[in-house]
């Protein structure tokens, strides 16, 4: 928490000083406490309400990225109005037009690069789209779907990606349009003072939009497999890029094994289903690159005997649960009262 704390504060107050410009202040401020707070209150909270604490920390953090950055609340404090889409598009769009803004420093900082450090703990703690999803009733997931499912992704950040390099490259629509810029890009100064009304922005417009799809999307698969974090496991493009880093992360969860009765409690509560016991009966850290490290597994545990580490190590195979581990996909050996989503205990979750 305190290097947390730390780091922000040398972000702010660094990136002020060498800009001139007080946005870095406000910004990282903003992220540092925030973040402070949520993780400040895990420790203190008894069991059953630590989530709590998580929560907080996705609704200020990813709340502020919403509000203050994607629908542009942060700049009314400059006195003009300049959303950015901090959607993986806009990040594509600010990338391609040469422009290290706010998108860009983002997905570096919490998605692409930040990953080999924290691991997934932007999906843990900060994700404005989770922040919503995790109110969703299905905490407890009965295993993924079909591999074939995770593919998703993949399509998903091809096809995002692709948009923008067509409407780049075939009808010249890159950044200035979704600014609604009037003037060439390299006059792209802050505050941004050219552009006219919020109406003509349409980067405000994009991050709407697929907002709007995300919500819709990941609340259409919870309310159908049963499961809060549906989205994240099979159709969220931005887990492409967490994924690289999180494999090498230095912050993993590990376990003693000395400690560990093998009750399995951690596995029936990961909102990911990663097999922890795996992993612990193997000596190694959860190097899963589905951890999305919101330290559920170490409130749950009996014994206390997961925490969050620090060190140096690999990931290669992700070990997660699947629905067909617990009921086999021939309709013919499987149990008829076994139908149906169930957690690993096999009580139903309809
Ligand atoms: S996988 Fe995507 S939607 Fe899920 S928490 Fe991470 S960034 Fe958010
Ligand atoms: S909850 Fe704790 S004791 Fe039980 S399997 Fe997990 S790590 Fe081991
Ligand atoms: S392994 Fe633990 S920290 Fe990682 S996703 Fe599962 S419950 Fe959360």
Known sequence: ??????VFATLAIGLWQLTGMIFYLYNFTIIGVSLVLGMGLWPLLPQQHKPWARRLSQLLVG????????????YLLFGVISPENMQIEGFWFW???????????????????????????????SCW?????DFLPWKKSAGRVSRRWEHLRYLHFVLGLGLVLILNCFYDYGLPQTLGMVGDLPELTFPVSRYATLWEISELWWFLGGNLAYFGVGILLAWRLRDNRAFCKYFCPVAVFLKLGSRAS?????ADSEACTDCKVCEKHCPMDIRL??????????????????LTCTSV?????????FGGDLGTKDLVWRRSDYFPRDRATRPQKKTGPRDRGGRSLL
């Open 129 to 133: 789209t989770v922040a919503l999803l």
């Open 301 to 309: 545990c009996p014994q206390q005997a997961l925490q969050v580490t």
């Open 63 to 74: 709340g502020y990225m919403f509000f203050g950055l994607g629908m542009g609340l942060i």
């Open 1 to 6: 928490m305190l290097v947390m704390g730390g």
């Open 95 to 125: 990338l391609l037009g040469g422009i290290s803004a706010a998108s860009v420093m983002h997905y570096l900082i919490a998605k692409i690069v930040g990953p080999f450090i924290f691991n997934r703990g932007w999906c843990g703690w």
């Open 250 to 254: 230095l912050v993993k969860i590990g």
């Open 277 to 294: 016991t795996e992993y612990i009966q193997q000596g190694r850290r959860v190097t899963c690159s589905e951890c999305i490290l919101c």
